[in-house]
């Protein structure tokens, strides 16, 4: 007997959500019947604060955003969820009269994706909605390659209870010293994550290296020095990470060009690699290892600053060991706490 072909989807389409953000009755009942017709599945608020209440219980996929409201006006919202880590990649659309030009240029600067006339066209709608949902499709798959990337990292440290956590630690190190060297938050928040998957590429290393408790032979510390080029080959093919790329193949540069895989000295090495090699050296000296128990801190600094202008840059060593003086590794491990709490 033949089975009757279904047509199958590997996974069931939904309606994207449209949030409708007006105060007036008509103009949301006019968007709502249009979207709607468009296939969308509408929900609505009659203020800004009821938006951000909407937005916080459901996450729509594009939200309609008049200006000019009671208790908190579109703007003020639009800034709001740019400024959230998450919620800043759902697509606001300012929905403005015509010929606003100052309204457009707030909109711009609190980070709006687009305008809308009114009176609202339904062609207009429709080309500018469906331009937007697709961008915010693509926005959402690259959002899960990188989570994919992230328990990737994380699987590798549960290979080994000695290295727990060290990656995530080597990114808030490696935050610190990149704040304290004036970068901005944004760049801030590469180093945090570039520290998180600096040694992913041990998950190409057998546990038999990986994991042995003595020092390495020549032969098995070759094959250790991999993991920094194996961790770049697994992201190259991945756009969205590829600025983490620097940090991690070179996170074992010397500033004296005695270091691997390139042998790069100085300020040839990517500023985000020097500050991830202090983070990723000073964790691996106060931590236990498979071979040995951690150094304490009075040693472990006076390593760093011998070792400063020759394993690591020097300046990025004063700014590490000023944040230390200040309680950054108290900080950081009460951060750690409170996370895994
Ligand atoms: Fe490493
Ligand atoms: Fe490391």
Request: glycine share 8%; charged share 30%; with cysteine.
């Amino acid at each position: 007997m033949q089975r009757e072909r279904s047509r199958a989807k590997l996974v069931a389409p939904r309606r994207p959500i449209v949030l409708v953000v007006d105060d007036m009755p008509a103009n949301r009942e006019l968007l709502e019947g249009y979207l709607e017709e468009l296939g969308y599945d509408v929900r609505q608020a009659r203020d800004g604060i009821e938006a951000l209440e909407a937005v916080a219980a459901e996450e729509p996929d594009l939200m309609l955003l008049d200006v000019d409201m009671p208790r908190l006006d579109g703007i003020a919202v639009c800034q709001r969820l740019k400024m959230h880590p998450t919620r800043r990649l759902i697509p606001v659309v300012i929905l403005t009269a015509s010929n606003d030009r100052e309204v457009r240029l707030r909109g711009i600067a609190a980070g709006a994706d687009d305008y809308l006339s009114k009176p609202f066209d339904a062609k207009e709608l429709l080309i500018r909605t469906t331009v937007l949902l697709r961008d915010r499709e693509l926005n959402k798959r690259l959002d899960a390659t990188e989570s994919v990337l992230f328990a990737l990292a994380r699987a590798v440290e549960a290979r080994d209870r000695y290295t727990i956590y060290h990656a995530e630690r080597v990114g808030r190190y490696a935050e610190a010293i990149g704040a304290a060297h004036g970068l901005d938050a944004e760049d801030g928040e590469l180093l945090y994550q570039g520290g998180v998957l600096h040694d992913l590429g041990k998950i190409a290393i057998p546990d038999a290296i990986l994991l042995k408790p003595g020092p390495l032979t020549d032969e098995e510390f070759a094959i250790m020095r991999t993991h920094s080029t194996e961790g770049e080959r697994i992201c190259l093919s991945l756009r969205s990470v590829t600025h983490y790329l620097p940090i991690i193949r070179h996170h074992h540069e010397r500033f004296d060009g005695g270091g691997y895989p390139d042998h790069l000295a100085g300020s040839a090495i990517p500023l985000g690699a020097r500050v991830a090699a202090i983070a990723d050296a000073w964790d691996a000296m106060v931590s236990d290892r498979p071979y040995r128990a951690g150094l304490g801190c009075d040693e472990a600094r006076s390593r760093l600053r011998s070792g400063a202008g020759k394993q690591w840059d020097a300046e990025l060593v004063d700014i590490f060991q000023h944040l230390l003086d200040t309680g950054l590794q108290e900080r950081v491990a009460r951060r750690q706490l409170t996370a895994t709490a």
